[in-house]
């Protein structure tokens, strides 16, 4: 191997949203370097630390290899056949006793990174036929999808800053510099926002917490923890109140703005200031500079949405970029067409059918489904209480939710009582340490990728593709050839993978040539499936989306259109061009019209209203952190991530450490209605009094979990102090911020120094230019 000849091969980093050009340089399997790709025709040679780390993932021992299965109350290793067969052992009994409804299906944020998984998941959904899926969605964004659906008629309909042309940013409840964005694919916001200020722009930042984003803003307001949407609701208010509202090309689309100015207009600043700690004179300041603007946008993200009235400052977002005549222009708020196509670029323009929700509802608690799926915040309930129709098997993709949901401990107790435990995943977690058989994916190195997902919500229009880097071993199985098998062993069919695999194309071509407006429309499946040989899954799947997309060759009739031939020629990507006007032909509502005051959202106002004449509660609250180095809990095993100082810290005010009679170094005890933890603590001026905050994702401590690193580096999980019950009641949403929790002064450990040793190496907490 040392004498194979150094090659460079081009692809996309798959690990976070931004989506950035990888150049990584390799001899045989191994990789040497990786940088920035300089021709990107995005990311333009930015890339972070993440991006560095693919060549560790491929080489990362713990990654598995091959299926385990539990034999004897441990996880053994097996071949693929025996690890199907009891799977079958396994759900089978299940399925003919109880029927598919005491199964379920769970989702994780990795899924939407894998074009394999992302793609595929559809032979496991469609043959187990189960009405309970569940996915991360419900943890993070699930208020912005009820929002996105209510208004534009879409879950993924969602206008995104125009951040290349904009003159006045305000960011909410966001932290980009560390995040790298969501919901916004935008690589080098660095980069971004100091562009906005050179061309004369205005930076603001909502945050309580002086994040690094909060530090090079021109203003940085600190308002009090959850009380987003009463904040956004008083901007919308004094819009109306000052008659700056000047809806503009967007007016014609628009419907209930009478309704829209009854409902906000009780929620003045001068209302509000006790119970959002803003001066009502900053925030008529604020306005009134939004309002003025050139162009203008507001961007939030996991800080209003996860909070209890998540739902409300979502749609405030949008309302205030509605109001300002900023929702569809440049500069603005703005929708992308994606190269692979979404629900917004597919049949009749400007209608469709409306949001599917409600049509189906948890046992236990009653939760409505929203989207096909139900809340995360009642899946171990519907595992754990006893009686009929109690979930007895789950099929776990890409997912932890010990670590991700909240009550993690009830989490954990949950999945050992399952009867039949399957996960597809790369490593025994948190939570597959309780699997019955695990089905480990290929190295992110090893899978061709396209972002589906992301290009949903890029800040401009762009197509990329990888192929593998490196090929898989003959004794390995690609993601989506896991799932074709799996899909045959629950329709109980036991068909091969290709035969799953036909099954979806072809059902997907003939979806396509009923929609009258399709490029195929009429036309045979046999054909189109002819045009596609020679490729199979995923890669055939991804060919057919883009040649039937907004800038596909339609199978000929577009010449010079996309398809994957065209971007496998074409590998640091096409660029498709800015985003464009795309009203109305982008709604999907069932009367064509934006609604500006949907009923679901209108119905918590009044709950809202009461938390704020009840003023905000003594104590303290509990809030998360992003983290540069770290995605969620699926990067802890990486070592080059996991250098310098912990980071695994209760951070707290210096009032707040001197009333408890806590410092940096110090261990302290944290306690919720749903649990309590110890925690290093670490004092820092950054949080304002009366807040703590714990980044999300740590755990790793249990004997079984099998990543060595991440054990050496262990943290805690802040997710055991959220309580499963409370959440954002339109959407289910669970609820992450704002938790009242109680600290304890320092408890009766050894002190640790590890917070006390030097910072990370300069540089390892920025992102990388080329």
Known sequence: MNDAPERTVIRTCPICESTCGLEITLRGDRVLR????????????????????LGELYDDPDWLRGPLIR?????????????FARTAELFRPILEQDGSTTTAVYMGNPIAHSMAGLLSARAIITTLRTPNLYSASTLDQRSKDLTNGLMFGDRFTLPVPDLDHTEFLVVIGANPLESNGSLATAPDWPRRLRDLRRRGGTLVVIDPVRTRTAEIADEHLRPRVGSDAALLLSMASVLFEEDMVRIGAAEPF??????????????????????????????????????????????????????????????MIDILNILTGNLDRRGGAMFPKPASGMLNTRGAPRFGPGIPMGRYHTRVRKAPELFGELPMSCLAEEIDTPGEGRYRGLVLISGNPVV??????????????????????????????????????????????????????????VANYSPPSIQKRHDQLDEWEIMCRLGGIFDGSMRSTGEIDEAMITSMIRSESRDEHSLIHGRK???????????????????????????GDGFGRVEGGLSLSLLEANPHGIDLGPLRPRLPEVLRTPDGMIDLAPDPILQDLGPLERAIDAGPQPGLVLIGRRQLR??????????????????????MSPEDAV?????????????????????????????????????????????????????????VNANILADETVVDAPSWNAVFNGIPVVVHGPQRLERTDRLLGESPTTGADESVPR
């Not at 401990?409 to 597959?432: E, G, K």
């Not at 054909?527 to 989306?545: A, C, K, Q, T």
């Open 659 to 715: 009333e408890r009679g806590l410092e940096t170094g110090d261990t302290a005890k944290v306690e919720s209605a749903a649990g309590e933890l110890i925690a290093l603590v670490e004092v820092s001026d950054r949080v304002p009094p009366g807040v703590v905050s714990l980044p999300h994702g740590w755990l790793h401590e249990p004997e079984e979990i099998g990543m060595t690193t991440a054990r050496l580096r262990p943290g």
């Open 254 to 315: 628009a419907r209930n703005l009478p309704r829209l100015r009854e409902v906000v207009r009780p929620f003045t600043p001068e209302r509000l200031e006790g119970f959002t700690g803003i001066p009502a004179t900053d925030v008529r300041a604020l306005t009134r500079a939004f309002a003025r603007a050139a162009s203008a946008v507001v961007y939030g993200r996991m800080g209003t949405s996860t909070t209890r009235f998540g739902t409300v400052a979502s749609w």
């Open 404 to 461: 991700s949901a909240p009550n993690s401990r009830r989490m954990a107790n949950a999945l050992q009582q399952l009867d039949a435990f399957v996960a597809i995943d790369p490593y025994v977690t948190d939570s597959t340490r309780f699997a019955h058989v695990i089905f480990p994916a290929l190295s992110p190195l090893q899978r061709s990728h396209y972002d589906v997902h992301f290009t949903m919500w890029s800040v401009r229009n």
């Open 71 to 83: 034999d004897g109350g441990r996880l053994r290793e097996a071949d693929w056949e025996e690890a």
């Open 630 to 651: 770290s995605n969620n809990s699926w990067l802890h095993n990486t070592p080059s991530l996991m250098t310098g100082r912990t980071r695994s810290t209760l951070r």
């Open 34 to 53: 990786t940088r920035g790709d300089g021709l990107d025709v995005l990311s333009k040679g930015f890339m972070c630390p993440k991006g560095a780390s």
């Open 525 to 551: 499946a046999d054909e189109i499936l002819s045009l596609l040989v020679p490729r199979v899954g995923p890669d055939r799947v991804l060919d057919f989306l883009l040649r039937v997309g907004p800038y």
